[in-house]
């Protein structure tokens, strides 16, 4: 079968993203600010959303890289993460391009840096997984209870 190769789960710019992530949730829920590009182009109800998004994407995705448990369990729960972060960093380099233009390139290029390496890390989650899930075809429960691989 050849070694199983799972990536470091332990990225730190990656677990620097989601322990930023509800932070700015939260802050922007307590302090009642938002951006003026999301205030504008997102409805309130989306807004809400967005902010209770960005904490939950940092809970879970933090929940996962450190789950004691099952490995398929935590990589489960740090894809679900990384994929709804990236689609939160996405809504907002939309939300800034269309109401600042020229003028958000730099703020938009670095948000939308976060939104590519966040589906990026989502792929290569669903690659170890795929993995995990192959390997696991071909050890026995009985293996496993023995410790053998």
């Given at each position: 079968m ?54 939950a ?33 996405g ?45 696991c ?13």
């Amino acid at each position: 079968m050849g070694n199983l190769r799972i990536r470091s789960r332990h990225q730190p710019y990656e677990i620097a993203v989601l322990a930023a992530a509800p932070l700015c949730g939260i802050l922007m829920m307590i302090l009642n600010v938002r951006p003026t590009s999301v205030q504008t182009s997102m409805p309130e109800p989306i807004q809400i959303a967005w902010e209770l998004g960005l904490i939950a994407v940092g809970v879970g995705g933090l929940l996962g890289i450190l789950w004691p448990g099952r490995l398929s369990t935590g990589l489960g729960l740090e894809l679900a993460a990384v994929l709804v972060l990236g689609t939160l960093t996405g809504m907002y380099t939309v939300a800034l391009l269309v109401m600042s233009g020229r003028n958000s390139i730099v703020a938009t290029s670095f948000v939308m840096a976060v939104t590519v390496g966040s589906l990026w890390r989502a792929g290569q989650i669903a690659i170890d997984l795929r993995r995990l899930a192959r390997a696991c075809e071909f050890v026995t429960y009985e293996q496993l209870q023995a410790g053998v691989t």
